[in-house]
């Protein structure tokens, strides 16, 4: 910040002309395109993951980029490099377009292993409850809860997932429905978690990146199960796919730890990286993963958190109205998967 009394017309003119000279450069394709390279390879936490090489990354595009004509000229190879890193919280943000990664994009779609006609025609029906985020309803005569929470967007809390158990006192487990739910507030997850048994178990040690190399982090810290008063202690079976992104991947690896939740479907999108914004000499802004979450045994499910039983949907119970998803978990609740 420039000092008040070195404001004379003189230094006026000459930070003026500074300015000029530096607005150029950093307004360049090349400072914009640099800047980015050297932003993502000092600071992002999944390389080691996503096997990237970024310095060959550097090679393809850069000269597309410092070639660069135009403002949407520029945006594509910047963007185009950091789609390679298939990350879901990697975006390059501009005032006429936000870049995606096509691998996620496909996988969350192209691999949904969820129909919304048929949950909401049989399973919910017309006269299911809402309670803050959740959708609910009784299945098999009672005896178990179905509830669908589609976002982590959505409010919820341990005593809105109290009252809904208390409405089914005769239950004997409850469905948790997750799939295609793409994220949202991290806090949701420990309003969930303290409606189950916790222990103070172990559920994730995590690492913030801490300087420029691909390995450079701070030590680990120990995340625990937060304590519970009056847990639902019947079981409970968590549905995913690969529409189950970001805070719904955390949630699903914190239920690993947890002896009474089943996770049913098929693995998770990933996304479990914390991400941080920066904006470019351009002004546009680039988001990427800065944080790296390991499981209690050491491994890094970046990529995806697998289910404990593989259950893909079946397009010929979808076309009767059946999900065979829910219909497996609703006999693992009952006793009936054998």
């Not at 409850?129 to 098999?140: E, K």
């Not at 409850?174 to 949701?188: A, F, H, K, T």
């Not at 519970?228 to 805070?247: H, I």
Request: aromatic share 10%.
């Amino acid at each position: 910040m420039r000092r008040l009394l070195l404001l004379t017309p003189i230094i006026l003119v000459l930070s003026s002309c500074e300015k000029l000279l530096v607005d150029e450069e950093y307004f360049s394709p090349a400072a914009s395109f640099d800047y980015l390279w050297h932003t993502i390879d000092e600071e992002y936490a999944l390389f080691d993951v996503k096997g990237i090489d970024w310095d060959s990354a550097r090679r393809v595009y850069a000269p597309r980029a410092y070639s660069s004509q135009s403002l949407v000229d520029l945006f594509a190879p910047m963007a185009d490099m950091l789609n390679l890193l298939d990350d879901g919280h990697v975006n390059l943000i501009a005032p006429f377009d936000i870049s995606r990664s096509e691998e996620v994009f496909l996988q969350t779609y192209g691999q949904s292993n969820f129909d919304l006609n048929t949950v909401s025609l049989n399973y919910l029906g017309p006269d299911y409850h809402t309670t803050g985020g959740l959708a609910y309803n009784a299945l098999r005569d009672g005896k178990v809860i179905y509830v669908r929470y589609s976002s982590f967007s959505n409010s919820v809390s341990t005593e809105a997932l109290k009252l809904v158990a208390a409405r089914y006192p005769h239950a004997e487990g409850m469905v948790l429905d997750m799939r295609q739910n793409g994220g949202g507030s991290i806090s949701n997850i420990w309003e969930i978690l303290s409606f189950l048994p916790g222990n103070n178990q172990l559920l994730y040690r995590t690492q913030i990146k801490s300087g420029p190399a691909h390995d450079a982090f701070a030590p680990p810290e120990e995340v625990r199960a937060p304590a519970s008063e009056q847990p639902y202690v019947e079981p409970v079976v968590l549905l995913t796919d690969r529409g189950s992104y970001s805070a719904t991947s955390m949630f699903a690896l914190c239920c690993r730890s947890y002896p009474t939740v089943t996770t049913v479907g098929d693995t998770t999108g990933g996304g479990l990286g914390l991400p941080k914004g920066r904006q470019l000499p351009n002004g546009w802004y680039v988001r990427y993963s800065v944080s790296r979450i390991l499981s209690p045994e050491g491994k890094n499910f970046e990529n995806g958190v697998p289910p404990d039983v593989v259950v893909t949907l079946d397009p010929m119970a979808v076309a009767s109205g059946v999900d065979n998803v829910i219909e497996h978990a609703c006999d693992i609740i009952q006793g009936l998967d054998n």
